[in-house]
């Protein structure tokens, strides 16, 4: 049943250009003080949960994978999203992860693509 859901990640990921708006070393546009470590941007013609495009932090593996996705749950914004992590390292991943939980008003937690999926 899992690899069904990263399949429909993959054909998102091949069907519409991601546009990175927010490059690394960026500040957030309204947080000046969070720095985004890597690449992150968007799905161009998609759809998420808050209204806006699917997030995606593009890491810095050749291979356009979606091999893991973030769970974020912020109090500010009073919502919670799915982000994909495309082409990430392990090390990507956690500096990912320690971003998003870095702030007493959101968390997140990981959830990493199995072999098998």
């Known amino acids: 049943m899992n690899g069904l859901y990263w399949k429909h990640l993959d054909a998102l990921l091949e069907s519409a250009e991601i546009i990175i708006d927010r490059p690394k070393g960026s500040p957030h546009p309204r947080y000046t003080f969070m720095i985004y470590p890597l690449d992150y941007g ?12 699917i997030d995606v932090w593009l890491g810095s593996l050749p291979d356009r ?53």
């Open 42 to 53: 968007y799905l161009r013609g998609t759809a998420s949960s808050d209204g806006a495009e």
């Open 65 to 117: 994978k979606c091999d893991a996705i973030l769970c974020t749950a912020d109090t500010v914004k009073r919502d919670v999203e799915v982000k994909l992590l495309v082409g990430c390292t392990e090390v990507e991943k956690a500096t990912i992860l320690d971003f998003h939980n870095s702030s007493s008003l959101m968390s997140a937690i990981l959830v990493r693509r199995t072999q098998a999926a």
